[in-house]
């Protein structure tokens, strides 16, 4: 994968389809002023949590923009192969097993991904 920054598009937080499907894009700190997230996607739905992993709170990516998912289903983390779900960022396997991603509450207008302020409160 290619390592892109990605401004805010139309006041959001980037284009549904700048999210490769079945993948992942990393949103830096500067991006909307959030701390770093990652959305992932299937289809039409995605999801946001931050980029960070409960096991040692490090990235789940290990190179800039690049995540290891698989089948529309799962983020790995690149450290220590813990598997996340997309759908509630559940760790269902590796050493965080029983953990979760930290959710970012999303919504999706008009093809554009923004955070939900009401639902999400403080992300910070």
Same mark, same amino acid.
């Given at each position: 994968?290619?390592?892109?920054?990605?401004?805010?598009?139309?006041?959001?937080?980037?284009?549904?389809?700048?999210?490769?499907?079945?993948?992942?894009?990393?949103?830096?700190?500067?991006?909307?002023?959030?701390?770093g997230i990652v959305v992932l996607r299937r289809g039409d739905e995605a999801w946001a949590y931050r980029n960070v992993c409960p096991h040692f709170s490090i990235p789940l990516n290990y190179e800039p923009n690049?995540?290891?998912?698989? /089948?529309?289903?799962?983020?790995?983390? @690149?450290?220590?192969?813990?598997?996340? $779900?997309? #759908?509630? !960022?559940?760790?269902? /396997?590796?050493?965080?097993?029983?953990? @979760?991603?930290?959710?970012?509450?999303? $919504?999706? #207008?008009? !093809?554009?991904?923004?955070?939900?302020?009401?639902?999400?409160?403080?992300?910070?």
């Amino acid at each position: 994968m290619t390592s892109t920054n990605h401004a805010p598009s139309h006041g959001g937080l980037c284009a549904l389809g700048d999210v490769p499907d079945g993948g992942g894009l990393e949103l830096p700190p500067e991006c909307a002023g959030v701390p770093g997230i990652v959305v992932l996607r299937r289809g039409d739905e995605a999801w946001a949590y931050r980029n960070v992993c409960p096991h040692f709170s490090i990235p789940l990516n290990y190179e800039p923009n690049t995540f290891w998912t698989y /089948d529309a289903e799962w983020v790995m983390c @690149a450290h220590h192969s813990a598997m996340f $779900r997309f #759908e509630d !960022g559940a760790c269902m /396997d590796g050493p965080c097993e029983g953990a @979760a991603l930290t959710p970012v509450v999303i $919504r999706i #207008e008009r !093809g554009q991904v923004f955070i939900d302020a009401e639902k999400s409160g403080d992300i910070s």
